[in-house]
């Protein structure tokens, strides 16, 4: 099983940036897809995450700001990321459960900075 994230880069404080992780590799889909991230020095953290029933859970520092989707059909999770903080500056991680298993993808930096 392969997790493919893209989307990440430099955006200004208040800027908007939007990730992409495609599920491959698998004749079953994820039962739940999500993203995580780590910051220098801190653990990893759930950022957002959403099962194929299409419940959602966020972390309390990015409700209202950022937007989980997933698209049963592609097993594509999305991330929309609006109202950017430098807090929000880490490596985002795409995580997929299937059968029970977690998968994780290579990270994706994001860095908010003037």
């Known amino acids: 099983v392969q997790l493919q994230a893209s989307g990440g880069g430099l955006v200004q404080p208040g800027g908007s940036l939007r990730l992409s992780c495609a599920a491959s590799g698998s004749i079953f889909s994820p039962n739940a897809m999500g993203w995580y991230r780590q910051a220098p020095g801190k653990q990893r953290e759930l950022v957002a995450a959403i099962t194929n029933s299409g419940h959602t859970n966020y972390a309390d520092s990015v409700k209202d700001r950022f937007t989980i989707s997933k698209d049963n059909v592609k097993n594509t999770v999305y991330l929309q990321m609006n109202s950017l903080k430098p807090e929000d500056t880490a490596v985002y991680y795409c995580?997929?459960?299937?059968?029970?298993?977690?998968?994780w993808g290579k990270g994706t930096l994001v860095t908010v900075s003037s």
């Open positions: 995580n997929g459960i299937i059968l029970g298993m977690d998968y």
